[in-house]
């Protein structure tokens, strides 16, 4: 990559983290690299190369919540025992690669195979943070999928009552477990302290007080967003605030020096029925399939890493 192409976030401890500064040196990069719009499927190549230090409490399983990157690659690309238990004070080096698929220009954009958040402001990206989503559905499990559409946030709520779902009070009952009908405001309120509500029935934008639950599919619908993250993102949005939800496994970006990367994440909802096909489909809508090696395609498709691949033909 070249030297626009390519950028350094140094990054304080988790829990003290410098948000605002890192996510402004990530929304240069992807500015810098941005591509054109009118691809289907295609968006702006983000990578980030980030020094953490380890702070004491801090686990795999948190550190890639907190920056949306799978632990086990944090473990692999720092030579780590994943087993074990990691060391207050030692520096990692996390690698956060994506491309944002069909960009708002204004408003909220999530990213449902991605399991990322981006806040747009005329085009100009302001947060990228991940996610955590909707339970797929599974042999006995009805699932609890996040629906793809758009959206409009049509009210802020903090510090809230939340009125627990009656569809959700009858799974704790199915599961024996004692149905609440309503938390009050407080730690162990499920929608933390900043919720975003959207047009779309029964889908909240907001805080969660399981963390761990960030980057993986494990909500009943909803959005849910770390703590440090959520407040950020409550200052940001207003009432009225556009917004899209979408489903984009597969997604493409092809640089100005004429690489071209794809992105192939799990197909959780099982909604594509041929992924190398679905593949071919979007490189040949954006004229691409001619500067695409199809070997390396076929590689990354299969992988499904989550993590952008150079596809280039030499």
């Known amino acids: 990559m070249s030297k626009q192409e390519k950028t350094r976030i140094r990054t304080a401890p988790l829990f003290g983290i410098h948000w605002r500064r890192v996510i402004l ?69 996390i690698t956060a690669s994506r491309i944002i698929p069909e960009t708002t220009q204004t408003g909220i954009f999530i990213d449902i195979p991605g399991r990322m958040l981006y806040l747009f402001d005329r085009g100009i990206p302001l947060m990228a943070v991940p996610v955590g989503l909707g339970k797929p559905r599974s042999d006995g499990n009805r699932g609890w999928e996040t629906p793809e559409g758009t959206f409009t946030i049509k009210g802020r709520l903090k510090n809230p009552d939340w009125a627990v779902p009656k569809s959700i009070q009858e799974e704790m009952r199915r ?100 992924m190398q096909a679905e593949a071919l489909r979007l490189l040949k809508n954006s004229n691409l399939t001619g500067k695409v090696d199809l070997t390396k395609l076929a590689k990354a498709v299969q992988e499904q890493t989550g993590i952008p691949a150079d596809v280039t033909a030499r």
């Open 175 to 274: 599961e024996g477990l004692a149905a609440k009908e309503s938390y009050p405001p407080g730690p162990k309120n499920p929608v933390g302290g900043y919720v975003l509500l959207t047009t779309i029935p029964g889908i909240l934008i907001h805080e969660t007080i399981d963390p761990l639950s960030v980057s993986r599919f494990l909500s009943h619908g909803c959005v849910r967003v770390l703590a440090k993250d959520m407040e950020q993102l409550f200052g940001y949005a207003v009432s009225g605030m556009a917004g899209e939800i979408v489903y984009a496994p597969i997604k493409i970006a092809s640089l100005s020096n004429g690489r071209v990367f794809i992105e192939v994440n799990k197909d959780v909802y099982g909604k594509i029925k041929d």
């Open 25 to 93: 040196q990530a929304c240069l990069l992807l500015i810098m690299i941005l591509v054109s719009p009118s691809l289907s499927f295609a968006g702006m190549l983000s990578q980030q190369d980030i020094s953490y230090t380890v702070v004491k409490g801090d686990t795999f399983s948190s550190i890639g919540s907190a920056f949306g990157v799978d632990w086990r690659e944090i473990a692999m690309d720092n030579g780590l025992d994943p087993s074990r238990e990691l060391r207050a004070g030692r520096k990692l080096r």
